[in-house]
């Protein structure tokens, strides 16, 4: 079974800092691969996706990630953090036919300082 | 267009009470998801209908929990008799179809306190 890895709970960037989250799937076949963002008290809200093709991903937000099928990893990646980026970053990975079977991370918290 | 709306936002019950969340998803939205998600973890998915069939309940705990979407449209998810683990946020989701291309559209979720 698909299964999902934030490896940080929780990260500090300055603001106008760069930032990078990680993820890291595990998954038998060519995964599909989401980024979410979820703001305090909110829903999840689509950032960007993967199913195949180019491996560098551009999102909203000024958001992108790349997929690494070597690492098994997809990153998320901007290049300058605003305050209003401060939130919790779900990635998740899902089967190649639907999406009854998403699995989540636990999620990264990113903390921006003025 | 008008997101997922989901009621209410907070509930705080005791424990062996029961409670109802409910779910109107984005109108032509065919396939409606519940997710749980407890403090400091992802969502987990409970139940997918599509339309007012179940794809998928295999992670739902059917002694307690139960989902139904009659017409096809809103959904109601009922926890009886909660318990202390219940507490968490239940989030509604929708998409257009059940492809990977369809992406899902979150409500602000219920967030339920079993004490």
């Known amino acids: 079974a698909q299964s999902v890895t934030q490896p940080d709970i929780h990260i500090t960037v300055s603001e106008g800092a760069s930032l990078e989250l990680r993820c890291n799937y595990s998954y038998g076949a060519t995964p599909y691969l989401f980024w979410y963002v979820q703001s305090p008290g909110q829903g999840l809200q689509l950032l960007l996706k993967?199913?195949?093709?180019?491996?560098l991903v551009q999102g909203i937000k000024g958001f992108e990630a790349e997929f690494k099928r070597s690492q098994s990893s997809f990153n998320l990646r901007k290049p300058s953090v605003h305050w209003s980026d401060a939130a919790e970053y779900f990635c998740a990975v899902g089967p190649s036919y639907n999406n009854n079977d998403m699995r989540f991370g636990a999620g990264t918290r990113l903390t921006v300082k003025p | 267009e008008a997101g997922v709306a989901q009621s209410p936002r907070y509930k705080i019950i005791e424990k062996r009470q029961s409670v109802a969340f409910w779910c109107n998803p984005i109108s032509g939205h065919a396939t409606l998801y519940w997710y749980q998600q407890i403090l400091g973890q992802g969502p987990k998915l409970l139940i997918q209908f599509q339309n007012n069939g179940v794809v998928d309940d295999s992670q739902l705990p059917k002694d307690r929990f139960s989902a139904e979407r009659l017409k096809g449209v809103d959904s109601t998810l009922k926890i009886q008799p909660a318990k202390l683990e219940d507490s968490a946020v239940y989030l509604c989701a929708s998409s257009l179809a059940s492809e990977p291309n369809s992406p899902l559209h979150f409500g602000n979720g219920t967030r339920l306190t079993v004490t």
């Open positions: 993967y199913f195949s093709g180019d491996t």
